[in-house]
């Protein structure tokens, strides 16, 4: 039996993205020992008949915890934001779980590899917004040019969601952790921890990024075990371009040493006379290459 599974979410919208996350994931030979699981947030019965031949489970997913109506208002992909802190309630007959949202692609299977190691003996695999490149990491408001208020990602919402500002004080300024690809054991204590914390940003915040908020509490504050990954193990192209590699033909950090990209994450999206490169396959964008030329591509996942 499989022991190691890559799990994913997406409702009918988002089906074309997860469709291209699982084949680049069965591209590489080495996923024949990995099972594939997709929790489903909306998807179409077709959609489900297709991707039933190419993995090993479907689930359909709840509100793992009970969240005001008002606040989902039939987005069922908000499921998204409870249901994968619960992973091995849905799938239990796995020792080791990665996460990857739908609208991420594999480039290179030696991430994930790192992810199902670098969550042994019960840490979290995961990996910081932080790396060569970024020019801001936080947002402030300046009074009277000295005095500074904190605008950062993790501290708006957790005040937000009416964290103690002790707490919320110690996310401030901590790098942001990006809870789109991660991986955990079943028996890891980062599950308890992670929801315990999540039951609290759901109380008072937005359901949108609350799960993220909940991990960046458990890593920050309750101190959980962690392995840091290289940022290309969850590149954030909205942040931060990558370059091409011609010769190469494959996507690679735009600093040296030009290490290949791992895992491509078009997360917040990636934008173009008013368009999402996530909805629309046909948007291209101007990209840098390892020898100084521009071309034109998009970022999604193309066999």
């Not at 799990?7 to 990995?34: G, H, M, Q, R, T």
């Not at 932080?130 to 501290?155: D, H, R, T």
């Not at 290949?260 to 291209?284: F, P, T, V």
Request: net charge positive.
């Amino acid at each position: 039996m499989k022991k190691k599974v890559i799990v994913s979410l997406a409702d009918a919208k988002y089906f074309p993205l997860l469709d291209e996350l699982i084949n680049s994931v069965k591209k590489f030979k080495e996923s024949e020992k990995i099972a594939i699981c997709v929790l489903d947030a909306g998807l179409t019965q077709d959609q489900k008949d297709l991707l039933s031949k190419k993995v090993d489970e479907i689930k359909k997913a709840d509100w793992d915890i009970e969240v005001p109506e008002f606040k989902v208002k039939g987005k069922e992909w908000l499921k998204s934001q409870v249901s994968r802190a619960f992973l091995p309630k849905y799938f239990p007959n796995y020792s080791k779980y990665l996460w990857i949202d739908c609208d991420a692609w594999v480039n290179d299977w030696e991430c994930v590899e790192l992810y199902f190691k670098a969550c042994d003996n019960g840490k979290l695999g995961i990996t910081q917004t932080l790396g060569p490149g970024y020019k801001i990491m936080s947002k402030v408001n300046w009074l009277f040019g000295k005095l500074a208020i904190i605008k950062s990602q993790n501290f708006k919402h957790a005040v937000k969601s009416k964290i103690p500002y002790d707490k919320a004080r110690k996310l401030a300024f901590a790098p942001h952790i990006n809870i789109g690809v991660f991986s955990l054991e079943k028996n890891s204590p980062g599950w308890e921890s992670w929801q315990n914390n999540l039951r609290q940003t759901l109380k008072a915040g937005n359901i949108f990024g609350s799960e993220g908020l909940a991990i960046n509490m458990s890593v920050y504050i309750d101190d959980l075990a962690t392995e840091f990954l290289p940022l290309n193990c969850n590149w954030i192209a909205s942040n931060l371009l990558p370059k091409y590699d011609e010769i190469n033909s494959t996507f690679v950090e735009p600093y040296l040493p030009n290490y290949k990209i791992g895992i491509m994450h078009l997360a917040a999206g990636i934008w173009k006379d008013g368009k999402d490169m996530r909805i629309n396959k046909s948007i291209e964008i101007e990209i840098e290459t390892l020898s100084d030329k521009k071309v034109i591509k998009s970022l999604r996942y193309n066999n």
